[in-house]
C-alpha cells in the first residue's frame, strides 16, 4: 500500500494485544501468524509483534520460542515492517543484563528481520537505552526512544519536554514514541504535550495510549489534532481488550478532517474478523465491563491481576485507593513510572499500603535499587520513610548478566538466540532447547527420513480428535512429539470460560457432563482466601457467569467460572494443586 503524504501512520499493536499472560495462553504461533498474514494488507506503517508479556507467554505457558514466533510473522507479514519492543536495561526479562547481551539481542532480532526496536525505560533514562540504540545503530534497525508518562511529576511539568530531548539525541532515533500506559492524561493535555515534544525534539512523534473508560480513543484522536505523526492502534475488540484505540473507531473519527489514518479500511475489517475470534469469550466480557467500571490510572495488564488480589482479601471496592496511592508510592521514589518492570511493584506497594492501612513499613524488593539510585537517573527525590526502609532491606544488586557470565552457565552449543533468551528466561528456555535437541537427535538416527513420519503425526491428530485428553505426546528414541487440541474460537457468549481473562477453559460435553479445563499452568486454589469458604463443593448448584476455582499464574489470581448452570458433580484436583494447560478441573452436570 502506498502511504498518503501527510496522513496519520498506523502502527498496528493487534499482535501484541493478543499473546500476552495470561488470556494470551490460548494463542499459539500459528495463530500469530495467520493474524499477521491479514494485518499485513492493512497498510500499517509497522506491525509490532512482540513485548516482553508477550515472550514471557510464549515460553512460561506455551513453551514456545519467542524467536520462533518473531520469524512465524515475519514470514506472513509481506512487504509491512515488524517490530519488537524491550525494557532498556533487561529487555523481555526481570534481571539486569550488560551491554553485550543487550547488543546481541537486536542482531538476533534484525537477523531473524526485525526491521524496528522500540526501547523504553520506567525511569526514561537516556543513558539505560543507550546499548539498545548504539546496537540498532551497528545494525542498521529503526530506533524509537519512548517518553513514558505518568503519574509524577504533574503532567505540565517542564521535566517531560527536557526527558523527550534527552531521549531524542540518542544515537539514530528517528522517531519519539509518548506513551500514557494507563489514561494518566487527559486528551487535551495529551495534546499539547504531543505538539510541545515535536516543536523541542524536531522528531515526528509516535503515541501510544491505553486508558479506561474508553478514553483511549478520545486521546489518540486529540494526539492527531495537535501533529502526531503516527498512533499505536488494535484491529476489532483486541483493542476493547487492551484499552487501546481501535484503529477502525480512530480511521472513522477522522474522516471528514484535514487528517486521516493510512490504512485499507476494507482489509483492517477482514482482519478484525481474523483476530477477534482468537480472543476467549471471558476476556471479551471482563474488557466490556471495565468500560462501564471505575476509570482508574491503572495500566491494562496490571489491572486484573491487582483487582484478583484485592477480591481475595475481600477488598475491592479499595481498587480506587490503591490506584491514588500508586501515583504517591510513584512519587515517593524519585518518579517512576508504572511502565514495565517497575509498574507491578509499584502497585503492590500500594496495595500493601492499603490493606494494612500504614505507609513504607517494608518495601517491595524490585523498588530498593530505583528508591537508592542504582537504577538509574531519579526523576525527583526520594522520601526519607523510603530511603530508610529500602537501606534496611538493600541485599545489593545482582550482578549483571552479561555474556561470559551466560555462557558459563548455559548448556554448549546454545545458538546467538537461544543464548540471549537464556540470559533472561532460564528455565524457559531450557525446555524450548531439550524439546527441540531430542527432536534433532531423532532425525539425526534415521539418515533421509524426517524425525516423525507424517502417517503417526496424523495417528496422534486422529487419536486427540477421539479422546477427552487435551493433548497427547509420545516418546521415540528420545524424540517426545505432543499433539494439542486447537482451542476453539468462541461463538458467543456460551463459549469458552476463564474469568480475569486466563484463555478459554475449555468446556466440553462428556456422558451429558461439561468438563470445565485449566486454560493455564498455575496453581488450583478453590477458596477466595486461606480462611474463606470453597467457591464450590461437588453437589453445589451453580449458575452461569458462576466462580468455580482460582488459578494463580506469575502472581496473578484468574477465576474461573462455568459457563453454563447446573450441579457440580466432580472436582478433579486438591486445593492448591499444581494445574496443566488443558487439565480437566470440573464435570458439571446441566
Same mark, same amino acid.
Given at each position: 500500500m502506498t502511504h498518503v503524504s501527510g496522513a496519520v501512520g498506523y502502527v498496528d499493536a493487534t499482535l501484541r494485544d493478543l499473546a500476552p499472560f495470561p488470556w494470551g495462553t490460548a494463542v499459539g504461533t500459528d495463530d500469530l501468524a495467520a493474524a499477521a498474514a491479514a494485518l499485513s494488507e492493512v %497498510?500499517?506503517? #509497522?506491525?509490532?509483534?512482540?513485548?516482553?508479556? !508477550?515472550?514471557?507467554?510464549?515460553?512460561?505457558?506455551?513453551s514456545e520460542s519467542p524467536w520462533d514466533r518473531l520469524r512465524a510473522v515475519l514470514r506472513e507479514a509481506? %512487504?509491512?515492517?515488524? %517490530? #519488537?519492543?524491550?525494557g532498556a536495561r533487561n529487555l523481555w526479562g526481570d534481571l539486569p543484563l550488560a551491554p553485550d547481551v543487550v547488543r546481541r539481542f537486536v542482531l538476533c532480532a534484525v537477523d531473524s528481520g526485525a526491521s524496528r526496536i522500540r526501547a523504553t525505560d520506567p525511569l526514561n533514562d537516556p543513558e539505560a537505552l543507550l546499548a539498545v540504540a548504539r546496537a540498532c545503530e551497528e545494525a542498521a534497525a529503526e530506533f524509537v526512544p519512548t517518553l513514558i508518562v505518568g503519574p509524577s511529576p504533574a503532567i505540565d511539568d517542564a521535566r517531560w519536554v527536557q526527558e523527550a530531548v534527552a531521549l531524542a539525541a540518542l544515537?539514530?532515533?528517528?522517531?519519539? !514514541?509518548?506513551s500514557d500506559g494507563a489514561g494518566y492524561i487527559a486528551p487535551s493535555?495529551?495534546?499539547?504535550? #504531543?505538539?510541545?515534544?515535536?516543536?523541542?525534539?524536531?522528531?515526528?512523534?509516535?503515541? =501510544?495510549? =491505553? +486508558?479506561?473508560?474508553?478514553?483511549?480513543p478520545l486521546s489518540a484522536t486529540a494526539a492527531v489534532g495537535a501533529g502526531a505523526a503516527s498512533v499505536q492502534a488494535s484491529a476489532g475488540p483486541v483493542a476493547l481488550v487492551s484499552a487501546r484505540p481501535s484503529a477502525e473507531t480512530l480511521r472513522a473519527a477522522l474522516v471528514g478532517g484535514e487528517r486521516t489514518l493510512d !490504512?485499507?479500511?476494507s482489509a483492517l475489517d477482514r482482519a478484525a474478523r481474523v483476530v477477534g475470534p482468537m480472543l476467549p469469550a471471558d476476556r471479551l466480557r471482563q474488557a466490556?465491563?471495565? #468500560?462501564?467500571?471505575?476509570?482508574v490510572a491503572v495500566p491494562p495488564a496490571l489491572e486484573s491481576g491487582l483487582i484478583s488480589r484485592l477480591g481475595r482479601l475481600g477488598l475491592s471496592r479499595s481498587l480506587v485507593a490503591v490506584a491514588t496511592e500508586s501515583a504517591a508510592v510513584s512519587r515517593d521514589v524519585g518518579g517512576a513510572t508504572l511502565a514495565y518492570p517497575l509498574g507491578s511493584a509499584i502497585l503492590a506497594q500500594a496495595a500493601r499500603h492499603v490493606i494494612e492501612g500504614r505507609r513504607w513499613a517494608e518495601i517491595e524488593p524490585e523498588l530498593v535499587p530505583v528508591a537508592l539510585g542504582r537504577a538509574g537517573r531519579l526523576r525527583g527525590p526520594v522520601a526519607e520513610a523510603v530511603i530508610e526502609v529500602a537501606t534496611a532491606a538493600d541485599t545489593g544488586d545482582p550482578p549483571l548478566r552479561d555474556v561470559a557470565t551466560v555462557s558459563d552457565e548455559a548448556p554448549a552449543g546454545l545458538s546467538e538466540e537461544d543464548l540471549v533468551l537464556w540470559a533472561m528466561f532460564a528455565e524457559g528456555t531450557e525446555s524450548v532447547v531439550a524439546r527441540r535437541r531430542s527432536l534433532g537427535a531423532e532425525a539425526a538416527s534415521r539418515p533421509g527420513q524426517s524425525a516423525i513420519d507424517r502417517e503417526l503425526l496424523e495417528t496422534l491428530v486422529d487419536v486427540v480428535e477421539a479422546s477427552d485428553e487435551a493433548e497427547v505426546s509420545v516418546e521415540i528414541s528420545g524424540a517426545r512429539v505432543t499433539v494439542r487440541r486447537s482451542v476453539a474460537a468462541p461463538a458467543g457468549p456460551g463459549s469458552g470460560a476463564s474469568e480475569g481473562g486466563g484463555g478459554a477453559a475449555a468446556a466440553e460435553e462428556d456422558d451429558g457432563l461439561v468438563r470445565v479445563t485449566s486454560p493455564m499452568v498455575g496453581?488450583?486454589?478453590?477458596?477466595?482466601?486461606?480462611? =474463606?469458604?470453597v467457591f464450590v463443593e461437588e453437589g453445589s448448584r451453580v449458575e452461569a457467569g458462576d466462580t468455580l476455582c482460582l488459578i494463580e499464574a506469575m502472581k496473578l489470581f484468574n477465576e474461573i467460572v462455568t459457563e453454563? +448452570? %447446573?450441579?457440580?458433580?466432580?472436582?478433579?484436583?486438591?486445593?492448591?494443586?499444581?494445574?496443566?494447560?488443558? =487439565?480437566?478441573?470440573f464435570l458439571i452436570e446441566p
Open positions: %497498510g500499517a506503517r #509497522v506491525l509490532e509483534a512482540l513485548d516482553a508479556r !508477550c515472550a514471557r507467554a510464549a515460553l512460561e505457558a506455551r509481506g %512487504g509491512t515492517p515488524v %517490530g #519488537v519492543v524491550v544515537p539514530g532515533a528517528g522517531t519519539i !514514541c509518548v493535555t495529551l495534546g499539547r504535550l #504531543v505538539a510541545a515534544v515535536a516543536e523541542a525534539t524536531g522528531l515526528p512523534v509516535e503515541v =501510544q495510549v =491505553q +486508558a479506561p473508560g474508553g478514553l483511549a !490504512c485499507n479500511a466490556a465491563a471495565a #468500560v462501564f467500571g471505575p476509570a496453581t488450583f486454589y478453590r477458596r477466595p482466601g486461606p480462611d =474463606q469458604e453454563v +448452570a %447446573g450441579t457440580v458433580r466432580t472436582i478433579a484436583l486438591e486445593d492448591a494443586a499444581p494445574a496443566e494447560f488443558g =487439565q480437566l478441573l
